[in-house]
């Protein structure tokens, strides 16, 4: 996707990227080589396309959400889960879309009510 619409970014001299990679390429999980090494890979695309974008007002940033999804409910109590609801991603990401935004090459980890990077 990114490689298709950067053309048209650079075209138009404006562009923003936003990825979801995971903890896991930030940190690591156990028995998790394999995802650890796609999503830290993820990391260093957006570390190269920030640098390359920088110039035509393009910025890419990368989130990795702690959210209670399906995917976390075993992993984690309940109080825990109930602290992080995936509503609090969306205005993370909407505003890594906005002309307002001017962060780029960034690392987010949305987590509750609060954002850390």
């Given at each position: 996707?990114?490689?298709?619409?950067?053309?048209?970014?650079?075209?138009?001299?404006?562009?923003?990227?936003?990825?979801?990679?995971?903890?896991?390429?930030?940190?690591?999980?156990?028995?998790?080589?394999?995802?650890?090494?796609?999503?830290?890979?993820?990391?260093g695309l957006?570390?190269?396309?920030?640098?390359?974008?920088?110039?035509?007002?393009?910025?890419?940033?990368?989130?990795?959400?702690?959210?209670?999804?399906?995917?976390?409910?075993?992993?984690?109590?309940?109080?825990?889960?109930?602290?992080?609801?995936?509503?609090?991603?969306?205005?993370?990401?909407?505003?890594?879309?906005?002309?307002?935004?001017?962060?780029?090459?960034?690392?987010?980890?949305?987590?509750?009510?609060?954002?850390?990077?």
């Amino acid at each position: 996707m990114i490689h298709a619409a950067w053309p048209h970014f650079r075209e138009q001299g404006h562009g923003r990227v936003v990825v979801a990679t995971s903890t896991s390429g930030i940190y690591g999980n156990f028995g998790q080589a394999n995802d650890g090494a796609a999503e830290g890979g993820l990391i260093g695309l957006i570390n190269t396309l920030a640098t390359e974008g920088r110039k035509y007002d393009i910025l890419a940033n990368a989130i990795a959400p702690m959210a209670a999804t399906r995917m976390t409910e075993d992993i984690a109590p309940p109080e825990v889960l109930a602290a992080l609801p995936p509503a609090h991603v969306a205005p993370v990401v909407g505003y890594l879309l906005t002309d307002e935004c001017t962060e780029t090459g960034s690392m987010l980890v949305p987590a509750a009510a609060r954002c850390t990077g």
